[in-house]
């Protein structure tokens, strides 16, 4: 890890950062459809009392929806698309990055990358800025966690946790104040502990434990540890959230590789086929 990653970032430089690109109308025209297309349930609730005033500054600096565009942003409904996840991950992005205090570049640039890749520069730069205000905000995790619960299915849930497993060890290190936090978190989502204990193993210092992974005990059956595989490569299968685009598919991926390469580790440690 380079000490560079180390470093804390100024939330000013954020927006510098974003707001020199100098957005076209076309550019921003763009943003205010991707907003009336894929943002639903995330424009209401808490979600959308943290990144709502925002949203509704980009709106005003060009971005016009048409009416049935804006009915759709703001109707309830427990379809969860693209924009209800990336605005899920930013205001739960936030609250992990200043678990411990401060914000460093490493996390940061975490999170651009995986935006960038799954939205594109123009849509990721926009989202960037909703991220600045979320980190300035004390985040409700428990009312935010809550929303999600009920509006995003479980295989997206998982995801998001994964993701946020990914921030906090961003700089080779989970701190013990953003382990707690992301915990919190997933049992207010709704997460099983045998699921937050696989997804948070390959993230843990030391020796990976492969029967963990798998949630069971070194005492299963052969039987067992093959059932138990066959589920989680049911539950963790990318095709579960196909829809949210190329990037979460992409963590979603690696996710299932986990659980594959856990389960050809006991295979080969116990000579079974």
Do not use: C
């Amino acid at each position: 890890m380079d000490l560079e990653d180390l470093e804390e970032v100024d939330l000013e430089e954020v927006e510098l950062e974003v707001v020199s690109k100098k957005f076209t109308k076309q550019e921003m025209a763009g943003f205010g459809k991707w907003v009336g297309g894929a943002i639903g349930w995330a424009l209401g609730g808490p979600i959308g009392g943290i990144l709502g005033y925002q949203v509704g500054k980009l709106f005003t600096s060009g971005i016009q929806m048409d009416e049935e565009g804006g009915r759709r942003a703001y109707q309830s409904q427990r379809t969860t698309r693209g924009g209800d996840f990336a605005m899920s991950l930013v205001v739960l992005s936030a609250a992990v990055m200043n678990a411990d205090g401060k914000v460093l570049k490493s996390e940061l640039e975490f999170v651009k990358k995986f935006l960038k890749l799954n939205f594109g520069d123009d849509i990721s730069d926009q989202l960037l800025l909703l991220l600045r205000e979320a980190l300035k905000k004390n985040v409700d995790v428990r009312g935010v966690a809550v929303q999600i619960r009920t509006n995003m299915d479980h295989p997206k849930r998982l995801l998001l946790l994964q993701y946020l497993y990914g921030i906090a060890n961003a700089d080779g290190h989970v701190d013990t104040r953003e382990l707690e936090l992301i915990r919190l978190i997933a049992r207010h989502l709704g997460i099983s502990l045998k699921d937050i204990g696989s997804i948070e193993e390959p993230f843990q210092s030391g020796t990976l434990n492969p029967y963990k992974v798998l949630e069971i005990t070194e005492t299963a059956t052969d039987a067992e540890v093959k059932k138990a595989y066959r589920k989680l490569a049911i539950k963790f299968h990318p095709d579960k959230i196909g829809d949210l685009g190329e990037g979460p598919r992409k963590l979603a991926k690696e996710r299932f590789l986990q659980v594959q390469g856990a389960y050809e580790q006991i295979k080969k440690s116990r000579g079974f086929k």
